[in-house]
């Protein structure tokens, strides 16, 4: 089993920033691939960044630009900075790491 814990979440002018973070521990592979997704009220959950242990990023169209993914593999531990935030960013945001996945973090941007 894999416990991810997101932090960093929080209310947010348009135009503010924020920084999530997401602790994984247990039972880790360290060559797992982490990232995050988002989910907005009656929306599906999207895609938004991953990174590979390795250091390969990838980016949901709409993130380019403004969030910016790394990791501390000797942490375990993903991040996720965010910046010139909308009032669409507004969502759930959870960590994963394989099959596993974070309860999530609030993140709302006020217009």
Not at 66 to 92: C, G, H, W
């Amino acid at each position: 089993q894999v416990q991810l814990l997101e932090s960093g979440g929080g209310l947010v002018q348009w135009g503010g920033s924020l920084r999530l973070s997401c602790a994984a521990s247990g039972s880790i592979s360290s060559t797992n691939g982490m990232g995050w997704y988002r989910q907005a009220p009656g929306k599906q959950r999207e895609f938004v960044a991953d990174i590979t242990h390795g250091g390969i990023i990838n980016y949901a169209d709409f993130v380019k630009g403004r969030f910016a993914i790394s990791r501390d593999n000797a942490k375990n531990t993903v991040y996720l900075q965010m910046n010139s935030l909308k009032p669409e960013d507004t969502a759930v945001y959870h960590c994963s790491m394989g099959l596993f996945w974070g309860q999530g973090t609030q993140v709302t941007v006020s217009s």
